[in-house]
């Protein structure tokens, strides 16, 4: 299919967009081409009210009995069975805690409980580096039970040995978008006898996943991003129900005891994976974070990955057909099958050029060295976004507006 | 000095009260008398606002770029910089991150780093619960390498040793309010090569604590009692300065790194005390925190300590006097030098009289077998709250109204 050579056929492709009214959910300014979903999710239009009337109406008008009258303390519980549907898991295989960087950290530490003969948690090089850090962090903790071997992609599944206890991968490459086969890299991992435990940050809200029928055994993921549950919004973690007796993890807090308000003395897991639960729950945070939810509740993954598809390919399809010789090269798969909602693009000069189309009103970001990187987030982004976006980008290369020095200062995050 | 005989007489002690204003900033819901913010602290009432705005405008409006525009990426480091004043820290000595539970992971684990020839956690059977399960849980994870101790609170000195790693006490007791000499037992877990750890939860906001003077080690606290952040705000952990040069805690996530955006595949830790960052901050919870610590930095904790003195102390006589033969037994040292903010009360049908109180509008709390627990947040509580609570406790338990079944009924949360 040749790349739309008008805005008008653009047009007509968000007129007949199945999910197009989703858009009017979400709180977008005015202004702006938003493909940064994929790092932080914009918030509904309803959550800056609903996050309101939590902290007048719950918070300052039940205090502590919100716990109870607001039902608080079942919210982790009723966020977990929001995203379960959405990741292929039953609402008890998914728990809604802390960050996605704690969460590795207590499933690495159950899987090597689980093999307690194989020192090694295995992970690729391109894999995202908090993953990476928590790892090394374990294994730095227990000296000779644990270290973290790091290969190329290429290289993983022949990397895959009698000393490996858990594989570690991310579905969707955070640079790359490319997606991994999640079946067979975890038959992969089964077959050498180890644990297989995915990151689905950059998957779920925007690549449907089915922890079930991939046969995973752990999974964690981002609440921030496709989720849109706000920043640094709670994380979730799933335990398949098939390790659920007997699981240890190493952050053992109240809020996973069997019985936390009897104060006991002595450590006793509640059942299935609570015990994943430590401290005090984020209830504003969660809050965000239920809002959110509650849009995907009314939505069909599949049809929210049939539109990121085709806004990705389109993406592709435009930057090829109107940018061919500005020195861009495609840094995502082709084939949308191995994609994932977001196409990264390389370019020597793709920090100026990013910070260009910032100023221009369209938000991407940059990925050292030398990617710009596009999340088109289903739910909210239209066809003629797509279109704007590359019209723009077209504007700042064939005028060279991004060659000025403010787009070379470095912000701190980026 | 005898009780005050009157509800004019406490009147007085309000209109003299030097703090008096501050309860006019807070959010508290009319008819309501509350004696629990040593469990959660009400919202300011600037606080619903606030969040909103940070919803609507900075996330809504800045998108990903509130990182940087908005300030959100040095927001933990501002929130910790205010708490430091208020725990006789330096700004830079102190983190906000992650609930005080993982924060207790943490610090034990860098105790158990700079003493790697003894394996012992001491601590208290009294201490809070999550605490003990946290060292439960670390030392399950390290076997041989650590072990939790745990004594009573009489023998907790003696049982310091050449095995002893790290001394981790809770400053006030959350079912007494006894207060522990940080000085003198920081000085004695020293004199035996231990390091300290202290857990001020029940402290921070409201008695003054000096870090630096009794020489601690390691601290955490929290965030949502007498600093009144909201339903599980992030906690706060601290490290003396001569402990940031190779502090190395296992819990090592991109946000702790020198350079989180280089994306680099091996962990290096930030300066100072950065590395206790983890995972992205929860900016949404931060902001209500940080809303509500403005206030503290207007106040002064010995002008509010003192008033926290006379508030339970007012309580206990006037408990003693109009309560005389009602069952009671002082639960919470006679000695102010020796309690915190708060005062708890044994009785044999403690949870029905706690239950009765809250339907009668006073809230404070049942801490199992048979305490009646009553915080005095100095920042909002009024003399005249003291008084009339104990007027409604007095005809409940002269008209016995507490004695009903639906006083038996145990909630989810106590």
Redesign the interface.
């Known amino acids: 299919m040749p790349a739309p050579d008008s805005r008008a056929a653009v047009l007509a492709l968000d007129a007949t967009d199945p999910t197009a009214s989703l858009r009017q959910r979400f709180?977008?300014?005015a202004g702006?081409i938003?493909l940064?979903g994929n790092?932080?999710g914009?918030?509904l239009a309803s959550?800056?009210?609903r996050?309101?009337r939590a902290?007048?109406t719950e918070?300052?008008?039940e205090?502590?009995?919100?716990?109870?009258s607001c039902g608080?303390?079942?919210l982790p519980a009723r966020v977990a069975a929001r995203i379960a549907p959405l990741i292929g898991a039953d609402g008890d295989e998914v728990a809604v805690a802390?960050?996605?960087?704690?969460n590795i950290?207590k499933l690495l530490?159950a899987a090597l409980a689980l093999r307690p003969d194989r020192p090694v948690i295995l992970s690729e090089?391109e894999n995202f580096?908090?993953d990476?850090?928590?790892a090394?962090?374990?294994a730095?903790?227990?000296g000779e039970r644990a270290h973290l071997q790091?290969v190329p992609r290429s290289k993983l599944l022949r990397s895959l040995g009698d000393q490996t206890a858990v594989l570690m991968l991310t579905h969707v490459d955070f640079r790359s978008g490319e997606l991994h086969d999640m079946s067979e890299i975890t038959r992969a991992a089964h077959d050498a006898g180890a644990m297989m435990l995915w990151d689905l940050a950059h998957s779920a809200g925007a690549v449907p996943v089915d922890l079930t029928a991939c046969a995973a055994d752990f999974a964690v993921g981002c609440g921030?991003k496709y989720l849109n549950g706000?920043?640094?919004?709670?994380?979730f973690a799933y335990v398949a129900r098939r390790h659920h007796e007997g699981l240890?993890?190493?952050?053992?807090?109240?809020?996973g005891?069997r019985d936390?308000?009897?104060?006991?003395?002595?450590?006793e897991g509640a059942q299935g994976c609570a015990p994943l639960q430590?401290?005090?729950?984020?209830?504003?945070?969660?809050i965000?974070l239920d809002e959110a939810l509650e849009l995907f509740s009314q939505t069909d993954v599949e049809v929210l990955r049939r539109k990121s598809v085709a806004l990705t390919g389109l993406f592709i399809d435009l930057v090829d057909h109107r940018l061919p010789d500005q020195g861009f090269t495609l840094a995502s798969p082709r084939d949308p099958a191995r994609r994932g909602s977001q196409v990264s693009l390389s370019h020597p000069e793709a920090f100026a050029v990013m910070q260009a189309l910032?100023a221009r009103g369209v938000?991407g970001?940059f990925?050292?060295p030398d990617l710009l990187r596009f999340g088109f987030a289903p739910a909210y982004t239209r066809f003629t976004d797509v279109w704007d976006a590359v019209s723009v980008l077209e504007d700042i290369m064939n005028d060279r507006s991004w060659d000025r020095p403010e787009f070379r200062v470095r912000?701190?995050?980026?």
Do not use: C, K
Request: negative net charge; aromatic residues 12%; hydrophobic residues 45%.
């Open positions: 709180a977008l300014p702006i938003y940064d790092s932080l914009p918030p959550t800056a009210d996050v309101q902290v007048r918070w300052g008008g205090l502590v009995r919100a716990w109870n608080w303390i079942d802390d960050s996605t960087s704690i950290f530490a090089e580096p908090t990476l850090y928590v090394q962090g374990l730095e903790l227990l790091l921030y706000g920043p640094g919004a709670a994380s240890r993890t190493p952050l053992t807090g109240w809020m005891h936390p308000f009897a104060f006991a003395t002595a450590y430590v401290g005090t729950p984020p209830i504003l945070s969660l965000a910032i938000i970001d990925r050292s912000p701190r995050v980026t």
